[in-house]
């Protein structure tokens, strides 16, 4: 069961890392720099993905103890939560008909529409996680080898996402409402 | 700079997370509230509902 434990919370990781690869993939691919909610999108992934690391990380010294999976659970639902605010607010604000949306869509949906339906899936995989402590109590097992690459992975993901959006804010506190370049390079 | 911030905040918190640090925890919930706030401040924009 713990070894279940720590296979989904690596699963979810990634995912998670992999989603931000694609937005960032489709930044370049689209040439399009992402809008202020976009980025707050992007900030709630990764506080998303620190839930499933953070019981990666308490599993170092070889135990899956029950408290770890709870706070883990709590810290993806708590951001899974804030990042369904910030793509709702994104859906409503382009629902009327005949409006374009922000950005190219990828397989019909727009990327905040995704990000949506990834964040619901995200608190629903968590709190499946937690259900599941019912059948879990504190285990020893060996250490998990895909800990480092995965915390290794976020870390580069959100560094390779701070340089991006210092580029596109430039020296400004905010980003402009619908950014069309990166600022630091042509203010 | 400002989103800028929250990242380099997670970036922080993961290695807290990573070096033990009790915390970790807390930095989450200070940065969780901090991206909330900022994206409740900066709903200035009126949801347009179609139905």
Redesign the interface.
Known sequence: MARLYLIAATANAWVLILVLVAAFGAQFIFGEPPC?LC??QR??L??CA?GP??LL?GQRDGEVAVRDVA?AGG?GI??GL?GV??ST?QV??H???NDPGFGSPVLGLHLYTWCLIAFLAHIAANALMLVGTAWLSDQRIAPWRFTGVT?AA??LI??A??VS??AE?G?????P?NPTRYLLFRP | ????A???A??I??GA??WGYRA??PL??L??VA??A??VS??T?P????F
């Open positions: 202020p980025v707050l900030v709630a990764m506080l620190l690391v953070y990380i706070t810290i708590l951001a804030l605010a910030a607010r409503l604000l629902i009327l008909p915390a976020l870390a959100v560094v996402n701070i959006v210092i804010a020296l400004n506190w905010t980003l409402e | 700079m400002l989103y800028a929250f990242m380099l997670i970036l918190v993961l997370m990573w970790s925890v989450f919930l940065t969780l991206v909330a900022f994206l900066d709903m924009t949801i347009r509902l179609s």
